[in-house]
């Protein structure tokens, strides 16, 4: 709320360029990579 009100840009508009950053990071984790790459596999057999 403090950068809505220094920025005077809408706060919907900041959360979702947070949450597009917190995307980002969670996907270059090496560690989520390797469970996401898992879980792909095993749903490539059903």
Known sequence: MMFKAAL???ADSLM???L???I???GNA???R???N???KYASLL
């Open 34 to 36: 390797e469970r996401l």
């Open 8 to 10: 005077d840009i809408p």
């Open 20 to 22: 597009k950053y917190n």
């Open 16 to 18: 979702r360029l947070q």
């Open 30 to 32: 090496p560690t989520l």
């Open 24 to 26: 980002q990071q969670a």
């Open 38 to 40: 898992t879980i792909r």
